[in-house]
Nanobody, 120 residues
Framework: QVQLVESGGGLVQAGGSLRLSCAAS????????MGWFRQAPGKEREFVAS????????NYADSVKGRFTISRDNAKNTVYLQMNGLKPEDTAVYYC?????????????WGQGTQVTVSS
């Protein structure tokens, strides 16, 4: 089992920045990749960014490219999402996810979510 705990959400004005963290505990030695997703009210959950545990290859949704940066600290079993140039449309609950066994075909574990609200 793997437990994920997110932190760093909050209220920020448009143009501001936030840094989300997701700390993993448990059996993480086989982690393949980590990702961030978000879900806005009335909308489906959508992909934001992902990073490979080994090598650090990243992938981003077009809507956040150039503004958000995903990174990881393998020693701390933690993945981060640095969000700059925030827009009101970035308002959502953000979830981190770990792919332990899916090998790129999905995610096994999800965090509880952290609220990000961007005011105009």
């Amino acid at each position: 089992q793997v437990q994920l705990v997110e932190s760093g959400g909050g209220l920020v004005q448009a143009g501001g920045s936030l840094r989300l963290s997701c700390a993993a505990s448990g059996r993480t030695s086989s982690t393949y990749r980590m990702g961030w997703f978000r879900q806005a009210p009335g909308k489906e959950r959508e992909f934001v960014a992902s990073i490979r545990w080994s090598g650090g290859t990243t992938n981003y949704a077009d809507s956040v490219k150039g503004r958000f940066t995903i990174s990881r600290d393998n020693a701390k079993n933690t993945v981060y999402l640095q969000m700059n140039g925030l827009k009101p449309e970035d308002t959502a609950v953000y979830y981190c996810a770990f792919d332990i066994s899916r090998r790129g075909l999905g995610y096994d574990y999800w965090g509880q979510g952290t609220q990000v609200t961007v005011s105009s």
